[in-house]
């Protein structure tokens, strides 16, 4: 594949994970203003982010195995038109349960998009460059918190949030032709990325659990985001937006550090952003009521969730017990397992404790994930593996044959 056709086709399925970031998160710039337009509360709203990761939960992994033997290109085209019609239906439904409905398709095809999109990308590239490039997908989701939320709350809040929605329908159309056009539609059992570099299933099952646990730790107090920075930090509702672009800067950044060192040492960069995001959030409830603390430790947490799920990303292609795209849909469930847990216990907890709880719970999740990455290195190496953190280093013997790579350098 020529380089220029390559880099093409990264920049489009980043834009996907832009895309999808955006519609997930939308609903908690615009808690507000769409509880009030679909005279629903704000805890309801909340249930958009719920039901959505839910959709993705049970679907990632029948829906990725139904589609084994599809191309590439044609699979994430087919995504991409569902994502473009279902949020365009969002902005015109008229009750608050036509929005949900339309919300759950596009929810559907986020599920096999997150489980193909992470090999499609590192397959266009060789091995060794896996690490920037699995970056470079996640930067998209990170920019969506950067720019695509943030605008998307600024649009809300002077246009209404149906043009929020039809916006973000209108970019998705320029992402599925670019995608369409540049993709090479090469089969999911293709290639390098096809299969983990080092196949180990107790740590794969171990990166389960901790990305269950640290992302319902960070949803738990991201999610009613907008409620904290008004009713703890004493913000105006207006000032939503620039919060969350300041967060959405520091996500970038949290990309942009975590892309050079993930190939390295990819355990202890998962720890080390565990626990940077675990002290953020505890900070939000000890200090939240000051405003610049707020802004800070806002920031903070979004750098490091930023970087922990773009080392989520790397390791999944490292330890794939099986196919990557099977371990990728595992994977991407049990972020969405956190995503639905994490909304569901901040709901719980806004309505009986107050929104300053959530930063609480978020903390102590944190923590739970942080001992076990901790524990990884009591983990003993798979099978015919040398011993070694993370089962970084493969016998030169258990190595599978050179295969001529003729990707972009």
């Given at each position: ?5 390559a ?5 489009g399925l980043?834009?996907?994970t832009?895309?999808?970031t955006?519609a997930e ?6 808690l507000?203003?769409?509880?009030t ?14 039901a959505?990761?839910a959709v ?7 829906l990725t195995?139904?589609?084994?033997r ?6 994430l085209?087919?995504?991409l ?5 279902s949020?365009?239906v969002t902005a015109?439904a ?9 919300r759950?398709v596009t929810?559907?095809?986020?599920a096999?998009?997150w ?5 499609a990308?590192?397959e ?5 460059l896996r690490?920037?490039?699995?970056a ?5 989701g990170?920019?969506?918190?950067l ?7 600024w649009?809300?809040?002077r246009?209404?949030w ?6 973000v329908a209108?970019l998705?159309a320029?992402v599925?032709v670019?995608?369409a056009s540049?993709l ?8 390098h ?7 180990d299933?107790?740590r794969?099952?171990?990166?389960v ?21 008004t009713e703890?930090?004493?913000f105006?509702?207006?000032?939503v ?6 967060r959405g800067i ?5 990309i ?10 990819p355990?202890?960069v998962?720890g080390?952003?565990v626990?940077l995001q ?10 939240g009521?000051?405003?610049?603390a707020?802004?800070?430790?806002l920031g903070?947490?979004?750098?490091a ?8 990303g ?6 794939a017990?099986?196919r ?5 849909a595992?994977l991407s469930?049990?972020v969405?397992v956190?995503?639905?847990?994490g909304?569901?216990v ?5 309505e009986r ?12 999740l944190?923590g739970?994930?942080?001992?076990l990455?901790?524990?990884e290195?009591l ?8 011993a070694?953190s993370a ?7 258990a190595r599978?044959a050179?295969?001529?790579d003729?990707?972009?350098?």
């Amino acid at each position: 594949m020529m380089r220029g056709r390559a880099v093409g086709a990264l920049i489009g399925l980043s834009g996907g994970t832009f895309l999808y970031t955006t519609a997930e998160a939308l609903p908690v710039g615009l808690l507000l203003t769409m509880a009030t337009d679909l005279t629903v509360s704000p805890a309801q709203v909340g249930l958009l982010v719920t039901a959505y990761g839910a959709v993705v939960v049970v679907a990632s992994v029948p829906l990725t195995a139904l589609a084994r033997r599809i191309p590439r290109r044609p699979l994430l085209s087919a995504l991409l038109a569902g994502f473009v019609v279902s949020t365009a239906v969002t902005a015109f439904a008229g009750s608050f349960v036509l929005v949900l409905a339309a919300r759950l398709v596009t929810a559907a095809t986020h599920a096999l998009f997150w489980a193909v999109v992470v090999p499609a990308a590192a397959e266009l590239f060789r091995p060794g460059l896996r690490g920037r490039v699995v970056a470079i997908v996640f930067a998209g989701g990170n920019i969506a918190l950067l720019l695509g939320v943030p605008a998307g709350t600024w649009l809300g809040e002077r246009a209404g949030w149906r043009t929020s929605y039809l916006a973000v329908a209108a970019l998705g159309a320029v992402v599925l032709v670019t995608v369409a056009s540049l993709l090479p539609s090469t089969r999911p059992d293709q290639g390098h990325a096809a299969r983990g570099a080092t196949p180990d299933a107790r740590r794969f099952w171990l990166l389960v659990a901790i990305a269950v646990l640290t992302t319902a730790g960070a949803i738990a107090g991201y999610t009613y985001v907008a409620v904290f920075v008004t009713e703890i930090s004493g913000f105006a509702a207006s000032s939503v937006g620039a919060i969350l672009l300041a967060r959405g800067i520091a996500s970038v950044l949290g990309i942009l550090a975590v892309g050079a060192v993930v190939d390295r040492r990819p355990w202890l960069v998962l720890g080390a952003v565990v626990a940077l995001q675990s002290v953020a959030l505890l900070g939000l409830y000890a200090v939240g009521h000051r405003p610049a603390a707020s802004v800070g430790l806002l920031g903070l947490s979004g750098l490091a969730f930023a970087a922990f799920t773009a080392t989520l990303g790397g390791l999944v292609l490292q330890v794939a017990p099986g196919r990557s795209d099977l371990a990728a849909a595992t994977l991407s469930a049990a972020v969405n397992v956190g995503i639905t847990a994490g909304a569901l216990v901040g709901g719980l907890a806004l309505e009986r404790y107050g929104v300053r709880s959530t930063m609480l719970i978020g903390a102590l999740l944190g923590g739970i994930a942080l001992l076990l990455a901790l524990g990884e290195r009591l983990v003993p190496p798979a099978t015919g593996q040398p011993a070694g953190s993370a089962a970084e280093v493969v016998r030169p013997s258990a190595r599978r044959a050179p295969v001529p790579d003729r990707r972009p350098r």
